[in-house]
C-alpha cells in the first residue's frame, strides 16, 4: 500500500468542504469561518472540527451529516471523523459583520439604492387570497433560479408558515435560529421566510400557536416589520416580497415609510363591487410614494364539467381596478392575470404545498407563473434593472 500524502489528502478535503451549504445561511461553511480543522493520519484517515454558530443549532445533524459525506467522497467510505464545537462570541460577531458586508447593524438593507427589487401585495379586504397568491408567487420566482424573501407582515391573520409547510401538526411554525442580534429565517421551497407565526407562543402545551391572537397597536405593528426589515439576515436577495395584511392601516403606512421604492400588487375578486375596496389599498400605497405594477384578480371563472364558464365571483373586477388605479400614474397598471377558481389550489393551501409546484399544470398554477413571468420582465423603477427570467 503506497504512502498517504498527508498534505494532498488534508487539502483535497478542505476543497470538497466548499461544496457544503449552510442550510440556513446558504453559504459555503469554508466561507463561514466553520471548519476549524482539517487534519489527517498515515492511514489515510481524516479528522474534521466543525464551529457551529450557536449552541443547540437546529441545522447541526444536517451539517454533520453533509460534511462527513463531503469528507468521505475524498478520504474514501468511514475514514471521516467529524467533531462539532461551537463559535467563540467574537466569532460570532466577526462572522455577522462579514454577512453584513460590513454595514451597521440593524440597518435597512432593502431602502432606496438597493439592487433587491421589492414588491407588496395588498388588497383591500380579506379572503380574496391575497396570501395564497403571495406564497405561490414567492415559490415560482425561486423555482426560476431568483434568490427570494418573503416577509408576512399580515401580522393578525399571518397565514404564510401554513401555506408554505413550515407548520407541524400543531400548527406551530419553526422558531428562527438566532446568531447573537441576526436572525436567519427559515427556508421553504427556496423561499426564505419570516413571519410573527414564527414568534408567537401557544397559549397551552400542546396548543396551536396558529391560533393564537396578535392584539398589536400601530407602534408595536411598525417596531416589528422594522425587525423583520433590519434584523432578519436574507442576503443577497433578487426578489424580497411583502405580504400585507388588507385593507388600509397601518401597517401598510409603515411600508410606505420604511420602503418607500416598493412596488406593489393588488389582489381583488372578479365582483365589480370589490373594485372599489381594492382601489383604496392601492391608492394609499401610490400615496405613499410607492408605484403600481399590477392587479391579479382572483377566484376568477372556471370550466364546469360540460365545458362551460362558471363566474361564481362575476367578472371584470380586476380590469375596473386595473383602469381606475391606471388614472393616478404615468404607465398604466397592467391586469396580470385572472387566477381562476381551483381546487387544487386550495388543497395546496391546507396541505402546505403550493400548487405551482404541486399541481403546475393547474390553470390556477399557470396563471400565478403568468404573473411571475410578467412581473420578472417589468422594470425597476430605480435604475430599470430587469430580473431576465424566461417562462417555463
Not at 20 to 41: F, H, N, Q, W, Y
Not at 248 to 263: F, K
Not at 290 to 319: C, H, K, T, W, Y
Request: net charge negative.
Amino acid at each position: 500500500m503506497p504512502p498517504v500524502d498527508v498534505g494532498s489528502l488534508e487539502q483535497g478535503v478542505r476543497a470538497a468542504l466548499a461544496g457544503v451549504i449552510d442550510p440556513e445561511i446558504r453559504k459555503p461553511i469554508t466561507e463561514l469561518d466553520m471548519v476549524e480543522s482539517v487534519s489527517a493520519g498515515d492511514d489515510g484517515r481524516v479528522q474534521v472540527v466543525i464551529r457551529l454558530t450557536i449552541v443547540g443549532c437546529p441545522a447541526s445533524d444536517r451539517i454533520e451529516r453533509d460534511v462527513r459525506q463531503a469528507a468521505e467522497t475524498v478520504a474514501g467510505p468511514g475514514n471521516a471523523d467529524v467533531t462539532l464545537s461551537v463559535m467563540t462570541p467574537e466569532q460570532r460577531a466577526a462572522l455577522t459583520e462579514r454577512l453584513r458586508g460590513g454595514k451597521a447593524a440593524r440597518g435597512n438593507p432593502f431602502g432606496p439604492g438597493s439592487l433587491t427589487r421589492v414588491i407588496a401585495v395588498t388588497s383591500g379586504k380579506g379572503g380574496v387570497g391575497k396570501s395564497t397568491i403571495t406564497a405561490n408567487l414567492a415559490v415560482a420566482l425561486a423555482a426560476r433560479g431568483l434568490s427570494v424573501g418573503l416577509v408576512d407582515a399580515d401580522v393578525h391573520g399571518f397565514s404564510i408558515p401554513g401555506l408554505l409547510g413550515l407548520v407541524d401538526e400543531h400548527g406551530n411554525a419553526p422558531r428562527p435560529t438566532r446568531v447573537d442580534e441576526m436572525i436567519l429565517p427559515p427556508v421553504a421551497h427556496g423561499v426564505k421566510v419570516i413571519s410573527i407565526g414564527m414568534f408567537v407562543e401557544p397559549t397551552e402545551p400542546g396548543g396551536r400557536a396558529s391560533s393564537v391572537a396578535v392584539a398589536w397597536r400601530g407602534p408595536m405593528l411598525h417596531r416589528t416589520l422594522n425587525q423583520f426589515l433590519t434584523d432578519v439576515y436574507f442576503g443577497d436577495l433578487d426578489v424580497l416580497l411583502v405580504d400585507l395584511p388588507p385593507g388600509t392601516g397601518d401597517v401598510a403606512i409603515s411600508l410606505g415609510q420604511l420602503l418607500p421604492n416598493a412596488e406593489v400588487v393588488v389582489v381583488t375578486t372578479p365582483q365589480p363591487a370589490a373594485a372599489d375596496v381594492a382601489e383604496r389599498s392601492g391608492v394609499v400605497a401610490r400615496q405613499t410614494g410607492q408605484r403600481i405594477v399590477g392587479v391579479v384578480e382572483n377566484m376568477a371563472g372556471f370550466a364546469g364539467p360540460s365545458g362551460d364558464l362558471i363566474e361564481l365571483f362575476g367578472s371584470g373586477g380586476g380590469g375596473i381596478v386595473a383602469e381606475r388605479l391606471s388614472e393616478g400614474q404615468a404607465s398604466p397598471v397592467p391586469l396580470l392575470a385572472s387566477v381562476p377558481l381551483s381546487i387544487a389550489l386550495r388543497q395546496g393551501g391546507d396541505a402546505g404545498a403550493p400548487v405551482v409546484l404541486s399541481a403546475p399544470d393547474d390553470p390556477a398554477a399557470r396563471a400565478i407563473e403568468e404573473v411571475a413571468a410578467r412581473l420578472a420582465a417589468l422594470p425597476r423603477s430605480l435604475g430599470g434593472r430587469r430580473l431576465d427570467v424566461s417562462v417555463r
